[in-house]
Antibody, heavy 124, light 113 residues
Framework: QVQLVESGGGLVKPGGSLRLSCAAS????????VSWIRQAPGEGLELLSY????????KYADSVKGRFTISRDNAKNSLFLQMHSLRAEDTAVYYC?????????????????WGQGTLVTVSS | DIVMTQSPDSLAVSLGEKATINCKSS????????????LAWYQQKPRQPPKLLIY???TRESGVPDRFSGSGSGTDFTLTISSLQAEDVAVYYC?????????FGQGTKLEIK
């Protein structure tokens, strides 16, 4: 079965850095876009970033552009999010989510499997 | 960017009754070339990640009970739960995937009356 397991969250001071990881299993990781989506405490969902199957295309929300970098290692079925210059408003649960199959006719851009999330707290 | 606005923010419905959640997009998410609405619905139960319920505005994901249905076109969409069960208590989100950025609505919290 499809599984996505995030790790790397924790408490970090404003201005600090953190690297999140997501270990994927149960599907052909290298065939899919994958994404990071976050949810601040008591708030809704924000799509932060996604990356194509071969890392040729990445997209970022304006709120994290220039501060966060998404990457993947298909050999290790892993997704990463490097976060710099963290702010209090980055405090959230960060979810790894499977996106869509990467082929030319793919237009069903939804997130069908999600991890349990990892909590990032930015506080002094 | 397309803004997704849900209504109401919260609602309470009696068990066995119908629940209706609305989602409005700031511009049409209907792609005219294929007549598909690029709109999905998710359910997030307490302390769980979101779960995909519906895509193409009305297609249920595999395993989703048929009491859940989606309707609408263009800019106005509805998620209907025909007979509310206790396990349906959750926050429901719509999401468009018409063009990047693929944004979510703010969520609608559904409770039992």
């Amino acid at each position: 079965q499809v599984q996505l397991v995030e790790s790397g969250g924790g408490l970090v001071k404003p201005g600090g850095s953190l690297r999140l990881s997501c270990a994927a299993s149960g599907f052909t990781f290298s065939d899919y876009y994958v994404s990071w989506i976050r949810q601040a405490p008591g708030e809704g969902l924000e799509l932060l970033s996604y990356i194509s199957s071969r890392s040729t295309y990445t997209k970022y929300a304006d709120s994290v552009k220039g501060r966060f970098t998404i990457s993947r290692d298909n050999a290790k079925n892993s997704l990463f999010l490097q976060m710099h210059s963290l702010r209090a408003e980055d405090t959230a649960v960060y979810y790894c989510a499977r996106g869509w199959r990467d082929y030319s006719g793919s237009n069903l851009r939804v997130f069908d499997y999600w991890g349990q999330g990892t909590l990032v707290t930015v506080s002094s | 960017d397309i803004v997704m606005t849900q209504s109401p923010d919260s609602l309470a419905v009696s068990l066995g009754e119908k629940a209706t959640i609305n989602c409005k997009s700031s511009q049409s998410v209907l792609y005219s070339s294929n007549n598909n609405n690029y709109l999905a619905w998710y359910q997030q139960k307490p302390r769980q990640p979101p779960k995909l319920l519906i895509y193409w505005a009305s297609t249920r994901e595999s395993g989703v009970p048929d009491r859940f249905s989606g309707s609408g076109s263009g800019t106005d969409f509805t998620l209907t739960i025909s007979s509310l069960q206790a396990e349906d208590v959750a926050v429901y989100y719509c999401q468009h995937y018409y063009s990047p950025p693929y944004t979510f609505g703010q969520g609608t919290k559904l409770e039992i009356k």
